[in-house]
């Protein structure tokens, strides 16, 4: 799964540079990563191009109420009812599948908080 349309979706709406894919480094105190399903992007035979997939984001924050306020504003960047067009990829929606959840990361004392989506997109 190509998760730079989804790195871009993001940073073209939050003025962050700190937006990963695959792997945040440790040494990132203040940051969110994209991963994808280790499933992949189910295919559909019937519909070429057409792409049902999960991904996750994970926002690491010193602060509780800052991180989970970033997490809940990731989830309203995601949040694609209408359809619409980044990067070569039409998304046909994007949902977050549960509110966020946090978990406490032991090397400097931050947290992370993870939310996961459902896609269906087409690559154009």
Known sequence: MNLK???D??????????V???HMPETVTDGILILHNLAGAKLDPSLPGYKRA????IV????FENGYAKSKQIMDVFKVAARKTQ???YFHFIEPLHDPVAFP??????IEF???FETAYTET
């Open 20 to 22: 990963f894919m695959f």
């Open 105 to 110: 990361v032991s090397k400097g004392n931050f």
């Open 5 to 7: 349309p989804f790195k």
């Open 9 to 18: 979706f993001l940073t073209a709406t939050l003025t962050t540079d700190q």
């Open 60 to 63: 690491r924050s010193n602060n």
């Open 87 to 89: 990067s070569n990829i």
């Open 114 to 116: 993870s939310v996961n």
């Open 54 to 57: 999960k991904f996750q984001t």
